[in-house]
């Protein structure tokens, strides 16, 4: 009886982690093709504002570290293959460098926005504090590849790959990471994402 309570869990778990996948690649889809009409000009080498990180950060608290890592690892895993873009050294090392640092190191990191949030005391607090951590882990992986694989693709006046890459990736990923933070932190404060019932907490404050 358990075994099979045990796995109708795991089935559930699996089903909510496939359905938080097709929901970041709908977001990204959506937000990415807004923010470049609005912005055509300006992310040209990639990138863009987008809340795709949402449901990934949020899957994350609901079930934890493992699952959260492991529906962010599958998401990488579908950007490779839809999305895939080879580094102009054309050689082994720039091809897995950009594997890791374009996709799987990048978006993976995602799934320990729950690691992070266990830092703060208070929890909604903490919820937002991981899910801007990781968005902010994600920037580096960015940064790191900007500069090491993609600087012949070099834009906006720079001399030094280090220093455009920095100003590159962060001028849409510390926004990315903001609004990130503060759409999860309003989800927690309604709703316990471990439960998906209403917070009792807040609840209370509101009738008091």
């Given at each position: ?6 796995v109708?869990?795991?089935a559930i778990?699996?089903c909510e ?8 690649i709908?977001?990204d889809?959506f937000s ?14 990639g990138g863009?504002?987008t809340?795709?990180m ?12 493992k699952?959260?890592?492991?529906t962010?690892f ?13 580094p102009?050294a054309?050689?082994?090392l ?11 190191l ?17 929890k ?28 012949e693709y070099?834009?906006w ?9 920095f100003?590159?990736n ?16 309003g989800?927690c404060?309604?709703?316990d ?7 009792v ?5 509101e009738?008091?």
């Open positions: 009886m358990n075994s099979k309570k045990t109708q869990s795991q778990k699996l982690c496939a359905i938080m996948i097709a929901l970041a709908v977001l889809f990415k093709g807004i923010s470049s009409f609005i912005f055509p000009d300006i992310w040209v080498n863009g504002i809340l795709f949402v449901p990934l950060v949020f899957i994350a608290y609901r079930h934890g570290n699952w959260g890592l492991l962010a599958v998401f990488s895993g579908i950007q490779i293959l839809t999305g895939w873009y080879a102009p054309g050689t082994a720039s091809f897995v460098l950009c594997v890791l640092l374009d996709y799987v990048a978006f993976t990191v995602l799934g320990l926005s729950n690691f992070f949030a266990s830092f703060i005391k208070d909604v607090l903490g919820y937002a504090f991981g899910a801007f951590v990781v968005c902010m882990l994600r920037f580096v992986c960015s940064f790191l590849s900007g500069a090491i694989l993609w600087g070099i834009t006046g720079f001399t030094s790959v280090w220093l455009y890459s100003v590159y962060i001028s849409y990923m510390l926004p990315n990471a903001i609004l990130t933070s503060v759409i999860i932190y989800l404060k309604v709703m994402p471990k439960t998906l019932k209403r917070n907490k807040e609840a209370q404050n009738e008091q």
